[in-house]
């Protein structure tokens, strides 16, 4: 294996800096983000890391505002007063509470549009019916996308769930529920349950509150969601384990809202989420989408760092990231390390940059870009034996995520080699140097004065609008001659003079005119092309001037398509002569 990397990586020089981690001096410990370490050791030639759990610095206590009552904004007081004159209308005794997660934004004085309300003695579903009825009775605007979502308890969603949308926000209706489980049998026997109940199933002490809708109150009936919610914990209502062990994406929910709201995680939580018995339960029970949908919620997130550190330091990277059985080249253990600090200095340097610089599609692109850093030379084998791109598989199969984000992480990362090879013309007043491997043929005939532009207008054509996320993802990798690594680790990373580059870059492309070149029509089609080759039909040869065409437009911005036919039929005599 060895043999082959150092093979692989005489052919590729770039993936030197990528990897190489393989390569690092002997025993040494560098500290990371303290939430864990990271122990280097010499194996062969190959770094071996380890992470585990640090206990160098005790958590820094929390302090959090929260307010002392919930004030409802003029729309939620009109749902709430439909709700209620439901009861009414049907002489109902049902008690109406909001759950949840609205609680706890609105206690911290946060806006939240998230609407679940849980029912005391009915069925979602009958619930939602009656309030449309009453609506319909009364004259007033029916509810619109009435739907229910079944329960699936195989794959931990035990609960039926009823939503409509109600002035212009969308509710969700449950019952407050029970859980009994029998000793063999990790499938729960529900039925309704009290409030009490119900707040103590809950994933954490901070989404265990109610908002008492018939009383207008809060309702903290574990005696601690208030306090947790102050003092920033993270914790769960129940034993840990036992919580995980009966929905594990709780786990996860658990990492994405210590992120979110830079809480603190309980210790005896963090102990559960990483027991082998919890990481089995997750990998077997959870559906990937359910595991893709939030990891997507914590990369877009305001703490994604965070989020994936914590994710690190309770090994839980490969449970989430599922690789295929057989990569090459092998993924070292430790290589997670690296894809969170890739993902870090990404986060520091938008943060300098400006985040304001991408759109949201951009800024969550770009982190997955960073984070799957590592991978982007790994490949495996599919059915056909044909060689694929490990990023896929992570985006397809372990995530379950759509397949244009899978595209454009593997776009961002296949354009990362040409964009470093043009940084240093870009910058500065070099010439551009051209990797053969890198550039199509048809590029031969640009003169020299040109060939900046050309070969960054269609590097920019290749990526579209997400060329500035490309840029960010370069610059650091620049220069491509130096390990990065120590410095990665070590948090020496130079942000500041990779800002300099990247706005640097970025002018450049701007005063070549090329911001939305992919946009440029072409001055001659193929139709015309056609006709000076005297060719009857379409094919390589009309392809290959395509870009020829293309190349020179991009080398006269203001030339015309007469211009342009004029140089391809004198350039194609040329060529004939020749032969």
């Known amino acids: 294996m060895r043999v082959a990397l150092a093979s692989t990586i005489k052919q590729n020089p770039l993936l030197l800096t990528i990897s190489s981690f393989l390569y690092r001096p002997p025993t040494k410990t560098v500290s990371f983000r303290n939430i864990f370490t990271v122990n280097t050791t010499r194996n062969l ?90 609506l319909s009775a009364t004259g007033e605007t029916a509810p619109s996308g009435f739907g229910v979502i079944p329960s699936n308890p195989d794959q931990s969603k035990h609960l039926e769930t009823a939503t409509m949308k109600l002035y212009d926000l969308w509710i969700d209706f449950v019952n407050l529920r029970c859980e009994d489980y029998s000793e063999n049998s990790r499938i729960p026997t529900m039925r309704f349950g009290t409030a009490e109940e119900d707040a103590y199933r809950r994933d954490l002490t901070i989404n265990s509150l109610f908002y008492n809708i018939n009383t207008s109150s809060v309702e903290d009936l574990t005696g601690r969601g ?24 709780r786990v996860l929910r658990a990492i994405r809202f210590g992120a979110r709201f830079d809480f603190i995680l309980d210790e005896e939580l963090k102990k559960a989420a990483a027991s082998d018995e919890v990481k089995a339960a997750l990998a077997a029970k959870i559906s990937r989408e359910r595991v893709g949908t939030e990891i997507d919620l914590m990369v877009s997130g305001n703490q994604p760092v965070k989020a994936m550190t914590h994710i ?87 995530l379950k995520r759509k397949a244009s984000d899978a595209e454009t992480v593997m776009n961002i990362h296949r354009v990362l080699e040409k964009f470093l090879s043009l940084i240093p013309s870009l910058v500065s007043a070099e010439d551009v140097k051209v990797n053969d491997g890198q550039w199509s043929k048809e590029l031969v005939d640009v003169p020299d004065a040109s060939k900046l532009r050309v070969l960054t207008g269609f590097l920019l054509r290749e990526i579209k609008n997400f060329w500035r996320v490309a840029l960010l993802i370069s610059t650091l990798l620049y220069p491509t001659h130096v390990d990065h690594t120590e410095d990665m680790l070590n948090q020496h990373f130079q942000l500041d003079s990779k800002q300099d580059l990247f706005v640097a870059a970025e002018k450049a492309i701007t005063k070549l005119g090329l911001d939305e070149v992919w946009d440029l029509k072409p001055l001659v089609n193929g139709k015309d092309i056609m006709n000076v080759l005297q060719l009857k039909s379409g094919g390589p040869l009309v392809r290959e001037w395509q870009q020829k065409l293309l190349a020179w437009q991009l080398a006269h911005p203001s030339g015309t398509a007469e211009e342009c036919i004029d140089w391809m039929k004198e350039t194609h005599l040329k060529r004939i002569k020749l032969q």
Not at 98 to 112: E, P, S
Not at 347 to 353: A, F, P, Y
Request: with cysteine.
């Open 45 to 134: 030639g190959f770094l071996r890391c380890k992470a585990t759990m640090s206990e160098e610095e005790p958590p820094r206590p929390v302090v959090v505002q929260v307010r002392d009552k919930i004030e409802l904004t003029d729309t939620e007081t009109k749902i709430f007063s439909c709700l209620l004159n439901t009861l009414r209308h049907f002489n109902l005794e049902t008690v109406l509470r909001v759950a949840g997660g609205w609680v706890r934004d609105k206690l911290l004085g946060k806006d939240c549009y998230d609407i679940d309300i849980a029912l005391d003695n009915m069925m979602g579903s009958e619930f939602a019916t009656k309030v449309a009825e009453y």
């Open 226 to 249: 208030i306090a947790d919610l102050k003092h920033g914990k993270i914790v769960t209502p129940l034993p840990p384990k036992a919580t995980f062990l009966d929905d594990p994406l």
């Open 312 to 398: 690190c330091g309770l090994t839980l990277f490969w449970i989430v990231f599922k690789l295929p059985p057989q990569v090459e080249p092998e993924v070292l253990e430790g290589c997670e390390m690296f894809c969170t600090a890739y993902l870090d200095a990404a986060w520091d340097l938008t943060q300098l940059i400006g985040s304001s610089t991408f759109n949201d599609d951009q800024r969550r692109l770009s982190r997955y870009a960073a984070l799957f850093l590592p991978f982007r030379n790994t490949t495996y084998k599919d059915n056909k034996g044909k060689k694929i791109p490990v990023v896929n598989y992570i985006f397809r199969d372990s």
